[in-house]
């Protein structure tokens, strides 16, 4: 399984899980996380996300070298989607292995908040007012300081 796979192919968390866990049998702790595209109660049709790649997934790599470091991990796994999608669709799984459960909790918080604020996606949400663009919010801003220098 590789760790970092970026492309338009929908996501199944569960099989992704499945697979993740089977690899990592003598971990103690894996934890997983996935993000779908919110509805907002019916105003969000879709979201479009585009990268540029090369950067896009050679620096969500350099992340997660530095995520296995920082929390001793057995192994990571983080696939994110690129394209149009629709709302109640998977955008990004993130999976942790660890020893123990805090290591595997914060590695995948760790990288949520870089995925959220740093990785190199650009984000359009499609909705009943119109397009717009879509940046981090403050609090995703506030929730990477935690784990300065990120």
Sequence with gaps: MEQVLINEDPLDAGALLSEFTNNFPAAGGIVNFSGQVRGENGQVKTLFLSRYEPLT????????????????????????????????????????????????????????????????????????DGSKWIEPREQDYKDSQRWSPL
């Design 57 to 128: 997934t050679r620096h969500i790599e350099d992340a997660v070298d530095r995520t296995i470091r920082r929390f001793d991990l057995h192994g990571v796994c983080v696939r994110h989607r690129v394209g149009l999608m629709s709302a109640g669709e998977t955008i990004v799984f993130c999976a942790a292995a660890a020893a123990h459960r805090r290591a595997a909790f914060d590695a995948c918080d760790f990288l949520m908040d870089y995925l959220k604020t740093n990785a190199i996606f650009w984000k359009r949400e499609d909705g009943l």
